[in-house]
């Protein structure tokens, strides 16, 4: 079964330093959100796709936050400098259509930052 | 503002016992709901109902639409221990390119 596939599973990080974040979507999917997830919160959206086109990242912290999806395919996501208050489950999900269409997640990136 | 509401925000209950969580929304312009239930990772999706498509069933949960009430509600029969997690619902609307998503109900079954 077509799954999201994330890397990596677990990410353990000194406030300051960058990180990245790595997904591919299923085969076919145009749509690929990143969504940030707090604990005891539901996911926040932190940017769309549609393709390699960025739709949607009104709520990325632009200053040290940054995405890709440079072929329309995979995704990066990077954070540099990391901070405390980043910690959290990074999480991608994609789908066929950006509407009216289910979203299918990957297992996510815990990040803890200390 | 665009909002989406989902109570309770927790449900301790008896492996057996049957529970209802509802979401409600605030929101211009509604095309869709979706159901999504989260274990220890990442959501799976449950249910999308849509004005065409009002009541959703698979198995022991159900799901309908209220757009009258502008609300939503998941039941669960027979509840069993693996039916714990998260529960999220979600919303899609004109006013909003993203989904609207609610905070969760965590549902917890004791054997």
């Known amino acids: 079964e077509a799954e999201v596939a994330q890397s990596p599973r677990y990410k353990i990080t000194e406030k300051s330093q960058a990180v990245a974040f790595w997904c591919d979507p299923i085969s076919g999917h145009a749509t690929l959100y990143w969504y940030r997830q707090i604990l005891g919160q539901g996911p926040e959206l932190l940017v769309q796709f549609q393709d390699e086109s960025v739709v949607d990242d009104s709520q990325l912290p632009k200053d040290r936050f940054s995405a890709e999806r440079l072929k329309g395919v995979d995704s990066t996501l990077k954070i540099q400098p990391a901070e405390l208050g980043d910690s959290a489950m990074y999480l991608c999900?994609?789908?066929?259509?950006?509407?009216?269409?289910?979203?299918?997640f990957g297992q996510g990136t815990r990040l803890t930052v200390v | 503002e665009d909002k989406v509401v989902q109570s309770p925000l927790s449900l301790v209950v008896h492996e057996g016992d049957t529970v209802t969580l509802n979401c409600s929304y605030e929101?211009?312009?509604?095309?869709?709901l979706l159901w999504y239930k989260q274990e220890k990772k990442a959501p799976t999706f449950l249910f999308m109902l849509t004005s065409s498509g009002i009541e959703k069933k698979s198995g022991r949960l159900s799901s309908i639409l209220d757009k009258k009430e502008l609300s939503s509600i998941l039941n669960i029969t027979a509840t069993q221990t693996g039916d714990s997690a998260i529960y999220l619902c979600?919303?899609?609307?004109?006013?909003?390119?993203?989904?609207?998503w609610g905070a969760g109900t965590k549902l917890i079954i004791k054997p």
């Open positions: 979600a919303v899609d609307a004109d006013s909003n390119y993203q989904l609207i």
């Open positions: 929101v211009t312009n509604f095309r869709s």
């Open positions: 999900a994609s789908s066929l259509a950006s509407r009216n269409t289910e979203a299918f």
